[in-house]
């Protein structure tokens, strides 16, 4: 929690970003320090670093690269990854579509 303090006074830090530390200070604070000492259960465990690592970091980092790039979150329909996104769904990539 020492790190999230000097954070908040950094006038370049956008939400994404703060929440993204503050979330993963809280639930690392939650994992290692008493009454709670989540790291004692291992299924509570386990979803900690899930959560803070797997989810959050990712999509926290993801927000924050996009809003300062001045992008948005989620790329347009027509635009470039559907070749990468559409074979998850089974069907073929808009690149390899006949014309």
Request: hydrophobic content about 50%; aromatic content about 8%; proline content about 11%.
């Amino acid at each position: 929690m020492g790190l999230v303090p000097p954070l908040i006074l950094y006038q370049g830090a956008r939400l994404p970003l703060l929440a993204t530390l503050g979330g993963s200070a809280l639930l690392g604070t939650a994992y290692s320090l008493p009454p709670l000492r989540l790291k004692r259960f291992p299924l509570f465990a386990a979803l900690c670093i899930i959560v803070v690592r797997g989810t959050l970091v990712n999509l926290g980092f993801y927000a924050h690269a996009a809003a300062a790039l001045g992008g948005a979150l989620l790329p347009r329909r027509g635009g470039g990854g559907g070749g990468v996104c559409s074979p998850l769904w089974g069907g073929p990539a808009p690149s390899a579509r006949a014309p």
